[in-house]
């Protein structure tokens, strides 16, 4: 088993940056991938950003290409996501997850993970 604990969540104004951590504990070293997903009051659950375990390869959802930043600290067994030049539509609960499965693509399906954080309120004024 994997426990995650987002954190960072909060109220900024649009243009304005936040930084989310996930903290994992319990059978870290089983995870392959880790990812953010994103989900607001009756949509369904989309990628942001994943990054794999070993070799740190990341992938974005396009409309955070340039803007949000992945990254992990593999000693401390956290995940992070800065998210920078943020937009009202950026207003949702975020997610952290972790993958055990070795997939060959972008981690972007929610299919392919098996541990979820309880998440994160974020909300971006205008």
């Known amino acids: 088993q994997v426990q995650l604990v987002e954190s960072g969540g909060g109220l900024v104004q649009a243009g304005g940056s936040l930084r989310l951590s996930c903290a994992a504990s319990?059978?870290?070293?089983?995870?392959?991938?880790m990812g953010w997903f994103r989900q607001a009051p009756g949509k369904e659950r989309e990628f942001v950003a994943a990054i794999r375990r070993i070799g740190g390869s990341t992938y974005y959802a396009d409309f955070v290409k340039g803007r949000f930043t992945i990254s992990r600290d593999n000693a401390k067994n956290t995940l992070y996501l800065q998210m920078n030049s943020l937009k009202p539509e950026d207003t949702d609960v975020y997610y952290c997850a972790a993958a055990e499965g070795f997939y060959r693509g972008s981690y972007s399906y929610t299919y392919e993970y098996d541990y979820w954080g309880q998440g994160t309120q974020v909300t971006v004024s205008s």
């Open positions: 319990g059978r870290t070293f089983s995870t392959n991938a």
